[in-house]
């Protein structure tokens, strides 16, 4: 079986197994479930995750693991990749990329770490955040920007120190229109229901 | 002013793409495919450039300016048809006579009609660029070495 480079499902051809596999973990060879147990397992120590009780559950039905797997283990890998992220940004000096760009401050990073706790906590977006991939960087001014497009729609947000903004984007059949505003505690869901509403 | 000084509305532009670097322009899909974001279209002087597809042959490689950059492609008339509150979006053809010569380079702009703070300018450019992210296709993914 050849190592995939991103997320990809696999399946196996003898037992129809299917594996979403998170570029960062190397797949073992897995032709048999107990193989596939062992796998996930490995993908589950790497966040700490009670292998014991999966075990017990692994043991009488895959199904159980893969649930798990894609319900808790991916979530948390992608939930733990945007706090990475976040973390590598937070430690941007002045002038990061060679355009006099400035480092976000502290407290513009507390605010996003903010939105960002906000938004995984919310189970209607946490949940799409696997198909989402949202990309999070900073601006010129230091500002914490959060990017999300699919085909048609764009919802973006700007994190300052003392507000946050929203940019939402779509497509017409003749034109690009574009709202911004600030964002508060009544639009934020309905944004979000707007975009992934497809 | 000679026609082809105009860049037409059904014009297809492209755009170069360096590999990422310490600014990440895109990133890859679950499927391994590359998904651009707005930094792909920075520019400091905010009016980002590109070529025009017509007077490159409609060869997208004829933009690179490295191996391993990436091209992606946009349409003229969708980049104009942004809307931005008070603001215009223009393709203007700015062909560069001095070296490195590029007669197809050409400029998006965003201009607005009144007398704007530099925040606002600056919060017109980050919608343009996201906006420009929607309306662009890879024609060229960048090869990572």
Same mark, same amino acid.
């Given at each position: 079986m050849s190592y995939a480079k991103h997320w990809?499902?696999?399946?196996?051809?003898?037992?129809?197994i299917l594996l979403v596999k998170?570029?960062?973990f190397e797949l073992i060879n897995t032709t048999t479930?107990?193989?596939?147990?062992?796998?996930?397992?490995?993908?589950?120590?790497?966040?700490?995750?009670?292998?014991?009780?999966?075990?017990?559950?692994?043991?009488?039905?895959?199904?159980?693991?893969?649930?798990?797997f894609y319900k808790t283990i991916l979530l948390s890998w992608q939930k733990r990749k945007i706090v990475e992220r976040l973390a590598v940004i937070a430690q941007?000096?002045?002038?990061?990329?060679?355009?006099?760009?400035?480092k976000p401050t502290e407290p513009t990073i507390n605010r996003a770490k903010h939105?960002?706790?906000?938004?995984?906590?919310?189970?209607?977006?946490?949940?799409?955040?696997?198909?989402?991939?949202?990309?999070?960087?900073?601006?010129?001014d230091g500002y914490i920007t959060f990017e999300c497009y699919n085909d048609k729609?764009?919802?973006?947000?700007?994190?300052?120190?003392?507000?946050?903004?929203?940019?939402?984007?779509?497509?017409?059949?003749?034109?690009?229109m574009t709202q911004t505003d600030s964002l508060n505690r009544e639009n934020h869901l309905t944004l979000w229901e707007w975009f992934l509403d497809e | 002013m000679n026609k082809n000084d105009f860049v037409e509305d059904d014009e297809e532009l492209y755009r170069r793409l360096p590999i990422n670097d310490h600014i990440q322009r895109y990133s890859h899909n679950n499927e391994g495919k590359v998904e651009i974001?707005?930094? *792909?279209?920075?520019?400091?002087?905010?009016?980002?450039?590109?070529?025009? *597809?017509?007077?490159?042959?409609?060869?997208?490689?004829?933009?690179?300016?490295h191996d391993t950059d990436g091209i992606v492609s946009l349409i003229a008339g969708e980049v104009r048809g942004i809307t931005i509150d008070n603001h215009t979006v223009d393709v203007i053809y700015a062909p560069i006579l001095d070296f490195p010569k590029n007669l197809s380079h050409s400029l998006i702009t965003v201009s607005s009609k009144n007398d704007l703070s530099k925040s606002k300018r600056k919060q017109a450019f980050s919608t343009l660029?996201?906006?420009?992210?929607?309306?662009?296709?890879?024609?060229?993914?960048?090869?990572?070495?």
């Open positions: 990809q499902s696999l399946e196996h051809e003898d037992t129809n998170p570029k960062s479930e107990s193989d596939e147990y062992h796998f996930l397992s490995s993908v589950m120590d790497s966040f700490n995750t009670d292998t014991t009780t999966l075990e017990q559950e692994g043991s009488t039905s895959a199904n159980i693991v893969r649930n798990d941007r000096e002045d002038d990061w990329d060679g355009y006099d760009s400035k939105f960002i706790e906000e938004l995984l906590d919310n189970d209607f977006i946490s949940a799409r955040l696997l198909q989402l991939e949202p990309f999070i960087c900073s601006d010129e729609r764009s919802l973006c947000f700007d994190i300052q120190e003392n507000e946050t903004r929203y940019t939402k984007i779509w497509r017409t059949s003749d034109n690009t | 974001n707005s930094k *792909a279209f920075f520019d400091r002087d905010q009016q980002p450039s590109v070529d025009r *597809a017509k007077l490159k042959n409609y060869d997208p490689k004829t933009s690179k300016l660029r996201r906006s420009l992210v929607l309306l662009s296709t890879v024609k060229i993914e960048p090869q990572e070495i």
